[in-house]
């Protein structure tokens, strides 16, 4: 059995791909969506890490893109 890397920066979006105002709007409906999310339930913070993580990377990428990195 082969492992991969957690991440990959040939397989992450390009810079600028969804405007700042998108992004941070996807962050807010993440956050919005897990705000109960119990820490006793492993699956629901399973799914809850993952969004909040594609939020994340991808408020970080438009907010780099438009700060010209």
């Given at each position: 059995m082969?492992?991969?890397?957690?991440?990959?920066?040939?397989?992450e979006l390009p810079p600028?791909?969804?405007s700042s105002v998108v992004a941070l709007q996807l962050a807010r409906e993440?956050?919005?969506k897990h705000e109960?999310?119990?820490?006793?339930d492993q699956v629901a913070m399973y799914?809850?890490?993952s969004d909040l993580q594609y939020a994340l990377?991808?408020?970080?990428?438009?907010?780099?893109?438009?700060?010209?990195?």
């Open positions: 082969t492992t991969s890397p957690l991440r990959d920066p040939a397989h600028g791909a969804l993440a956050l919005a109960h999310a119990s820490v006793r799914f809850a890490a990377r991808t408020l970080v990428v438009a907010l780099d893109a438009e700060a010209g990195r």
